[in-house]
């Protein structure tokens, strides 16, 4: 149940050292903290250091931790160990250890971790730890070592990772929901007439209505599903604004008279559209935990 996580990065061992050693910077990538302040020390001691993590509605939860020690190896290798603990009556971990290995190869740096910790609460805190948080934390810690690797390699800011990242997720499940909701509430739970007499002006007949209402409706949820499945895919994104542009097309020729009334067609393809060009937009050189390796290869094992 530990945590294991390894990315390849394209790197200088001194510029991956500094982005994770230095607390100003290991805080802009890493997801897990907001803040991270090195204590004042005494030549020979530990360093020692506190965090903070900010969860919902503006709450932190406070920690601690030590460096218990460094290693260069004669190969280049570089590992980095320590120890972390919480006396935040809020925190689900009591306290753990881990470390980060730096491993140089041809095509650039193994940044692995690997850590562990003890949790709280008893029986309910192993419960929630196993249902949702490690898993949580697995990939908090995923994607932060992606969007370590943008900011070195391809120079992307990790305040301008994180933004772009919101964007794309917020334009792509507002889409998701508006193809869901339009797909099973208008078409197949209430049959909506105005729906009905569109399809009807498009010229399908009488007979024929209903089931051409339940197919689109059908169409509809599955690219909401889509749209979520295939997270990382583009064509969703084309398909929409195509789709979008080619139905408002459509209205104004076959039913102009609802383009004229409150939350018509016109206003909410066009808004549809423009979610899908911020997806577009914003679906570039993101962060994904899928670029990591969660497990040690075979021969480490």
Known sequence: MSIYVEILIRSGMDELWEKTQEPKLHERWDLRFSKIDYLPREPGDAQKFIYATKIAAGVRIEGAGESTGERNDSNGQRTSALKFWSNDPKSLIGMGSGYWKYIPTN????????????????????????????????????????????????????????????????????????????????????????????????????????????????????????????????????FTLAAMLLATLGVAITSPGYLTGPFNPLTLNLAVATLAVVGLLTGTSLPTASNCLRKPPEGER
């Open 107 to 238: 095509d650039g740096i193994r940044f692995i971790t690997w850590y562990d910790y003890r949790t709280r609460f008893g029986v309910l805190g192993r419960f929630t730890d196993g249902l949702f948080f490690r898993p949580l934390l697995g990939w908090a810690t995923a994607w932060s070592f992606d969007r370590l690797r943008l900011w070195i390699e391809k120079g992307v800011l990790p305040e301008a990772c994180r933004e772009k990242a919101f964007a794309y997720a917020l334009s792509r499940l507002s889409i998701a929901f508006i193809w869901f909701y339009h797909g099973l509430v208008p078409k197949l739970i209430n049959r909506n007439q105005d729906e009905l007499k569109m399809l009807s002006d498009a010229g399908i007949a009488t007979p024929k209505l209903l089931g051409a209402l339940s197919l689109l409706g059908f169409i509809e949820i599955c690219l909401a599903l889509i749209f979520i499945i295939f997270w990382k895919s583009r064509w969703p994104l084309w």
